[in-house]
């Protein structure tokens, strides 16, 4: 007999007499005669009330009033579609109560408390000594996890550092005067600890990310050395979670290092998901390191339990989904590196964490096929869940631990949504075995079943992947670029005027902002003798250019995009070089470029087919567009590619030929977009480069009358200035002048009273720092409920406090100088200003050098402050108070801006509200309110924020293009063709 | 036996006979043996090739040149899909020749000839004397018809009358010299002339139009009556042919107008099409009024010629189409006229023209139960055509009468493509016996296939039909509506601001420009307090009307549109009586209103469903519109109902509040429209009706800080003054204004060598003077290229001159005022100029009272004259002289201006090149270029001639709003509902 048919027997033989011991029981989350069990069973068989219970459930425990929780409540379920009969009956029994204001809240608050404690150990240190005591009557080791809320500063990490201490100071000494219990003492080496404790990295160190390799573990594991210095103190062992896999390489060598940090310390352990493929080669290399370094560990072998957040997330940044899309083959992989890690059991100390009798009983065959004592493993499971599994395994003579967390309902929250979404997940062995009541035969080797069929690949514009800096290829590849761009400095850059290359004696200096001393390049400048000769190149160019079939202009813009492709992170390079882009801001910008590119290529061939309106005999209608002729291109300095790679490739594209002239500060930027479309071999005269002062080159080109349309992209101030230059028709000009122009905004975020706080903080720190707040749709005003105010605030305050200042050529700074000394002078008004009229919650200097200024948080402004109401596109942050939602809405509303807005929010209402009433070109809902995708958040503002519309939308090619018309008649003598 | 049963089978046997007559013999056209029936049997089995072999036989006898007939020979048949192969061994074969520019078009030329001499009887009257010659030693009777162009001038028509009068007076001698031959000379009743003349009243009336219905009526037999007279004189008996469906009744008038005119006419016939249902009660009507007065007349019972023109013209204008679909009811309708008409034998001197056996035996079954001689009837068949038939007819006694035209090729086209199209037709009688082979099986009482698919009802958008003014009722509504209007003119209108009526003391007085001493209304006038006003009551509006959903929008529109077809013809009587337009014009004013009502409101639907672009999970993303706030509507007097309900409309319907300024010479009209949205229930404020000053009202307006966007149609003037107005954006306003504007044009339509000059002169004389020129869309400028200028010149010139000048509300003048003094003070201006730097080939003076300017043509002007250059909105037309077409174009575009364009030629190189070269919003084709209709020609130009998008068309309602964008994560605590 083979091994593998061995251990299958044998497998079945345990599941047997699991199954043997389970007998009758049912899971408390499976019992249909229990409301607990009715409403699973219900979520499972109804998506739609699954996602609400979810929703709800989720933003409950955070609502302060009876009133705000029946609201809620009437939001979420008022309009459910197929409500069960059972809960139907319910529903109506209790309608006819007079108080249901008061009696829903109470039962739902009830129910939740229910639910909590069916999973949650209680809340303080007093609460999990009780229930880790009452495990041990029970037979049960124990780990414990304290819950917690999104780390999002330093104070909140170190909060966490103090929580772990107390549990550790508290129950070690606790557990150590316990009665011994052979079981879960000790394994077939020895003793072992009497606890152990599950923690997250992301816990402690709140600018973790794999971007900043090594600061990310030099921090992290500084961070966690009092925690294990205490758990070898007090005889604790320390188990690393594992989290979303773009965290998983950089949580290994957190681990590693926290392993030569404290080289004394025997009971580490790691968590391994095989819902990763990747998780083989992971083991092998963490066993291949522990015996070159002579230590033995723990790993608790888990399937995964962000499945659906890494199925979500992944794609939607256009990555692959790292996880397998089918539960058995992580079933598979789970046996499979069963055997690995028990084959191994000279260093590793293994832990098998699951419910499902399969894989557990594969664990005791191979184990036992491999002769190894019972005690030499351990199964874990979720304290409240698969009680019989639990009971059986316990019954077999296993050691039992049970992961429990403890501590508050609300950081709980993402802990009982992971639990609720397993117990409801279609495929779950739970389910199947406890609601689906299918019996043993469920137990087999996991079959794979090859005609699973993998999602279709996606045809036509696809946005193009950021660049996953948690790989280390991509990582060194900046590395590379970054040492390459700046060995290369300094250069002179011409003006590009048809197909000449044209240096100018006057020049403008670009300069590195972080490092004013480092000269970025040196770019031509045009005067009007220039301007005007790159006029009539683009005016000659245009005749051939305009016939140029659409397909043909289109494919020039996917030569370009395949271009940047190549120079990516040369490109990303130089902007964080010349205008202080941080890796990931300057890599999306180029991601966004790339996007711009690909997308306006495919809407021209798109609006590039004629339609045929009507459909009458005898009459051949044609509607179709033509470029409008030579346009000028004004770009800023802020998205020094992905902007005027939008505003050049659409004017292009459309058949227009172009005079592009970039911001003074991200002019060699500017530059390597000429260049780029040079190189892929636009013909001479299609595109312009003609840098200048905007007072002057500008000034003129705006007012030409060749100039057939103004594409601007900069300040309100000069928006509206070539709103009336070119409003004014000189007596030959030919026509009007169109303007496109983004302009600024002065955008605000709401926060409402059922805000998931970790999400609102990280959203409006993200949207009112990246770049410095130097994006148009940057958040200036937070505004947020009065409820949560105070908290919110303190979080955002910490928050924002722990950003690491510096050049961002550093990955690990994630916050760089605004762009110039101009720049920073204007924001430093502003911030004289807040400190004289309002509270500076936060006022951070930056670095000496360069033109840094830190992060500002400023509250109980006035609302008529300059600070309140202009545009200052710098790292300024106003907090405001508001009583209400709908008060909120109106401060938001109260601005002559209307570019991005934001609400977090977790009532379905509000948010409904919050869509309709806030008057902003871009809204968004639970999520940051920067960083716009082409095709999917098509941008742009109105009032004072924009003239046209959307930028990476499908009404934005047309306004470079004028339709036309042609209706034939086709009738001829009586006759005409037939359609 | 029943009659049926009985006619049945004497039909059969004739048929019989008929068929044993005829033999093997095959008619020339169906002869495959010879050139001619290989190309009919090509044109029948391929529909590509039919068409094209119709379009260039069409054009090629205008060809002069050797080169110019092998370019369109290229042109039209160089990309033929699938050449018959032993067409292409042919072509093969001459492709090896090296002169083939001078081969092709000889064989070519010579084709024709051949095809024409089988259908014409010859050019000359000598050549016509020849082959009646001919015929009659066939024993052949003939009708002769002078083919003509269409007449468009009253020496045209002139022309006509004195070639029919030279071919009676040369004939009818010469006849009356012929031996006697008594089956052709004489029915059973006593002799009858030996020669017919075939006429058609259209070529004796250039303005022939029953709109203008006592007047078509007399003048047509007016000037018939020279004829009637001669043939009286002559012994030549007289058929009026029977045309269009839309001319039928006025002809049938016309014939009995004739018949009282010329009371001892003994030789009067008419042509019966059996393919309308009309005609059998038009025979009883017909019959009664016979008996009635005493008089006989001959019909000639055919089934119709115009099938394909009715079935393209028709539903094209949204009337009914009036002719059987199916073949087989018109054959069954052609045997029960053949027995009515037999029955009335007493008043009728029946003759059935046909070639189809089974309606030939069937007549002869009919005569012959009835007891009539075989000469009592005649048959009549078309020369060319159906040889055998004929033949066979002939031997069996009959009398057999050929129709012939004589003529000149050019003019006699009509007739050959109507001969083509009814011999390649799929389900005639000729192609299913000679070509397909069908037999005797083919003679069988026709069979109605209930199955026959009708067309399907179109769903969606389509436009309101004009009025038929063809029909009496249409016709006395209109005179109607007329006294009901005129008897109500005079009255004081108000503003309207809010819901309130304001009747202010200064008032504007709007008059009758044909009379000006007759006020049409007294209309309020709004100063700035009142617009200010306005503004305010449009702003509070708003904030209801946004929240209003786009359904409920248009609902209020289809709900004025009906409101509107319900004042139809009220509406249109007080536009004549306002700013002098036409029934016609004035009526079709009426329909574009209800077009724009309809299709806006159609399009608001479609735009007011958000998208969703992208999908991504844990992500949704939408895309919708939203209105930009208060608009302002300034609209002009031209088309004073249709383009302010379109630009109030568009605004409304996208969700903004609306001031509407109507032009004071309009106000009346534009007080309707108001009140019309009044009625059906337009809230409060959403649309305020403030006629007042331009400089006064519309500037304080147009600059209000409040004003979100001004939608203006009027002259660039003004136009580009709102322009620089709006570019000014005041300190406290909120957002930049939009402006879309329609200005003017200066509209030049093209005649190149090809062109079909029938079309052309009666296209550019309607697009250069219906509404004496002032449209928008009018054509100023007619640029005609060498070779066919003369011509061309002459045509229109004679053309231009037919007009029949008056007030407008008398439906006999078809050109009418200019709307005011100052206008016929400017345009008086222009014409001085005209007299001065060129040639007035025309310089028509108008009535002394009334704004009365005639039509004016200007030739040899200097390019640099503002006739050349400038608009000048009245019926003055510059023609331009063009040695090709490339020089054509290049006069064509040289223009500030870029509305309208057309072109009339036939050759599909030169109208490719017209549709990538003119510079024009609007280019037509072998079309007047005026009377865009929504939907199918949406409107508008750029240049100097407008900003935005085109009216009536998928982006107009665009402009009216902004986009936005809301983008939520869906994404919480890992879980995202799926897509």
Redesign the interface.
């Given at each position: 007999m083979s091994f593998s048919e061995h251990v299958e027997q044998l497998a079945l033989e345990k599941a047997k007499i699991m199954y043997s011991f389970m007998g009758d029981e049912v899971p408390t989350l499976f019992n249909r005669k229990k409301w607990k069990g009715k409403i699973i069973g219900w979520a499972i068989q109804d998506?739609?009330f699954r996602?609400r219970l979810?929703?709800f459930v989720?933003v409950l425990p955070t609502l302060k009033t009876d009133s705000a929780v029946y609201k809620l409540f009437q939001e979420y379920f008022s309009d459910v579609d197929a409500i069960p009969p059972e809960l139907r009956i319910a529903v109506d029994r209790l309608s006819r109560r007079t108080d249901l204001d008061r009696v829903v809240p109470t039962i739902l608050k009830r129910a939740l408390d229910s639910l909590a404690a069916q999973f949650i150990a209680g809340r303080t240190v007093a609460d999990a000594l009780s229930t880790l005591h009452a495990f041990r009557t029970q037979g049960l080791a124990a780990s414990l996890d304290i819950v917690g809320e999104e780390v999002l500063s330093d104070d909140e990490a170190g909060h966490y550092v103090n929580r772990y201490l107390e549990v550790m100071n508290v129950l070690g000494p606790a557990a150590r005067s316990w009665q011994d219990m052979p079981l879960l003492d000790a394994d077939d080496r020895g003793p072992i600890p009497r606890l152990d404790v599950s923690l997250k990295v992301t816990s402690f160190y709140s600018q973790l990310d794999p971007v900043d390799w090594d600061g990310s573990i030099l921090s992290t594991s500084k961070n966690l050395a009092p925690i294990f210095r205490a758990a070898q103190e007090q005889g604790v062992s320390v188990t690393i979670d594992m989290e979303q896999y773009y965290l998983k390489d950089v949580t290994i060598e957190i681990f590693k290092a926290l392993l030569l940090d404290h080289p004394d310390f025997e009971y580490p352990g790691i968590v391994l998901q095989t819902y990763l493929p990747e998780t083989a080669a992971d083991f092998t290399h963490l066993a291949e390191w522990a015996r070159k370094h002579d230590r033995r560990f723990g790993v608790r072998l888990v399937k995964g339990a962000?499945w659906?957040?890494e199925?979500?997330?992944n794609?939607?940044k256009g990555w692959p989904i790292p996880v397998f899309l089918e539960k058995e083959k992580t079933d598979l992989h789970y046996e499979q590196l069963t055997k690995v890690v028990l084959d191994n059991i000279d260093i590793i100390r293994p832990a098998f964490a699951s419910h499902n009798v399969r894989s557990l009983s594969y664990a005791m065959a191979v184990a036992e096929d491999a002769g190894l004592p019972k005690n030499a493993l351990e199964f874990q499971m979720i304290y409240g869940m698969a009680e019989p599994v639990r009971k059986a395994v316990q019954k077999m003579g296993y050691r039992v631990r049970a992961y429990i967390p403890t501590g508050e309902l609300i950081p709980g929250?993402?802990f009982l949504?992971?639990r609720l979404?397993e117990n409801t997940f279609s495929e779950s062995f739970l389910k199947r075995s406890f609601f689906d009541n299918t019996g043993i035969e469920l137990v087999h080797s996991p079959q794979l079943d090859e005609s699973f069929v993998q999602p279709p690949a996606s045809v036509g514009f696809m946005n193009e992947p950021v660049t996953d800096f948690s790989r280390a290829q991509n990582r060194s590849a900046m590395y590379d670029a970054l040492a390459t761009v700046e060995e290369n400095l300094g250069n002179n850059y011409p003006l590009i005027i048809q197909d000449r290359e044209i240096f100018t004696d006057e020049t403008t200096l670009s300069i590195n902002p972080a490092r004013p001393e480092q000269l970025v390049g040196r770019v031509s400048r045009a005067n009007r003798d220039q301007a005007r000769e790159a006029v009539d190149s683009a005016r000659e160019a245009f005749v051939a250019w305009k016939?140029t079939s659409p397909q043909e202009r289109a494919d020039y813009l996917f030569r370009a995009a395949a271009e940047m492709r190549k120079r990516r992170f040369k490109l990303a390079a130089l902007e964080i070089l010349e205008v202080g882009k941080t890796w990931k801001d300057a890599d999306g910008d180029i991601a966004e470029a790339i996007d711009y590119l690909e997308y306006y290529g495919r809407e021209m061939i798109r609006l590039g087919q004629a339609?045929m309106?009507?459909a009458?005999?005898?009459?051949e209608?044609?509607?179709f567009y033509e470029p409008?002729g030579v346009g000028l291109v004004i770009s800023p300095w802020n998205f020094p590619i992905a902007i005027p790679t939008g505003m050049v490739s659409a004017a292009l594209v459309t058949g227009n030929t172009v005079i592009f002239k970039p911001s003074g500060l991200s002019s060699v930027c500017g530059w390597h977009l000429a260049e780029i479309f040079k190189t892929v071999g636009l013909p001479p005269g299609v595109l312009q480069f003609v840098p200048g002062p905007g007072s002057e080159t500008g000034e003129y080109l705006v007012s030409h009358p060749e100039v057939d349309f103004v594409s601007f992209t900069g300040s309100r101030e000069v928006?509206?200035h070539i709103?009336?230059?070119?409003?004014?028709?000189e007596p030959h000009q030919?026509?009007?002048k169109?303007v496109i122009?983004e302009t600024g905004g002065k955008n605000a975020i709401i926060v409402d009273e059922t805000a998931?706080l970790d999400e609102a903080v990280r959203g409006v720190l993200d949207s009112a720092l990246e770049y410095q707040g130097q994006k148009c749709s940057a958040c200036s005003r937070v505004i947020v409920v009065d409820s949560v105010y105070e908290d919110f605030a303190l979080r955002l305050q910490r928050s924002m406090n722990s950003l690491r200042i510096g050049p961002t050529d550093k990955p690990w700074n994630f916050f760089g100088p605004v762009v110039d000394q101009i720049s920073a002078q204007k924001i430093q008004k502003y911030i004289e200003t807040g400190i004289k009229e309002g509270n500076a919650l936060l006022a951070k200097p930056g670095p000496e050098n360069g033109f840094f200024i830190g992060p500002h948080l400023f509250a109980d402004l006035p609302l008529h402050s300059s600070l309140v109401r202009e545009e200052i596109f710098g790292p300024v942050l106003v907090l405001l108070r508001a009583p209400t939602l709908e008060s909120a809405l109106c401060m938001a509303n109260d601005s002559?801006y209307?570019l991005t807005g934001g609400v977090f929010s977790?009532s379905p209402q509000n948010?409904q509200k919050v869509?309709?009433d806030f008057d902003?070109?871009?809204?968004?809902?639970?999520?940051k309110i920067t960083g716009?995708?082409v095709?999917?958040?098509?941008?742009?503002g109105?009032?004072?924020s924009g003239?046209g519309?959307?930028a990476g939308?499908?009404?934005y090619l047309?306004q470079f293009m004028?339709?036309?018309?042609?209706?034939?008649?086709?009738?001829?003598?009586?006759?005409?063709?037939?359609l």
């Open positions: 998506q739609d996602a979810l929703r989720d962000y659906d957040y199925t979500v997330v794609p939607r929250m993402a949504i992971r979404l016939k339609t309106p009507g009458y005999p005898g009459e209608n044609l509607y409008l928006g509206l709103v009336s230059v070119a409003g004014k028709t030919k026509g009007v169109r122009a998931d002559r209307a977790r948010i869509i309709a902003v070109g871009n809204l968004y809902v639970n999520r716009a995708l095709g999917r958040q098509p941008f742009g109105f009032r004072m003239i519309y959307k939308g499908p009404n047309i004028h339709d036309r018309s042609v209706s034939e008649n086709t009738l001829r003598k009586g006759f005409a063709p037939s």
